[in-house]
């Protein structure tokens, strides 16, 4: 039915077994096979009817638990009361990725810019050094960077030990990164 939650359904013996006792074995494995159809149809109307070997038995719906399975990459949440139902697609893709890093290292900037004395209005000349990784956030989220920082200007080079600059040795989301900056003379 193109939906990402799968639904199961078990059978709930409290209110089953009083009602269909030595039928209660069969009962139970029709329940648990129940289609996504028959359940929808279920949760829809409040009940449903089961044929098995010729007899047929009423299901109301608070015979059964409705169980939502989750599917990878999907986290789901249910309000059963109010048949409510919510999915989200929890798959992390590159860009966010990328957004995410970024938006990191600003908080580490804005850090940096408050432990140097900088007043909130001053702008910056910002030299950045770290993984391909990171370099590629800052690649694709440069204006970004550089507006919610003040930077003026933005270098960002691939680490390297024998050119490293002078600056703060910082982890961002686990990429490794160097820091410096510097008040712009305009």
Known sequence: DGSVISKKVKPNFKTL????GKDMKTLAEAIRMMSHKQI?????QGHLSLELDGKVFDIQRDDVDVMHEDIEGWLVASDEQN??????????????EMLGLSRELVSRIQSLR????????????????GSEKLLDAV??????????????????????PLSAIQGREDSVNGESCWLSLEKYAS
């Open 17 to 20: 077994g009083p009602r269909f």
């Open 40 to 44: 929808a149809l279920l949760e829809h």
């Open 83 to 96: 048949g409510i139902m919510v999915a989200l697609d929890t798959e992390m893709n590159e860009e966010l």
């Open 114 to 129: 408050k432990e140097s004395g900088f007043d909130i209005t001053d702008r910056i000349s910002l030299s950045i050094q």
């Open 139 to 160: 690649k694709k989220n440069d204006a970004y960077i550089k507006s919610e920082t003040l930077a003026t200007s933005l270098i960002a080079t691939l680490f390297d």
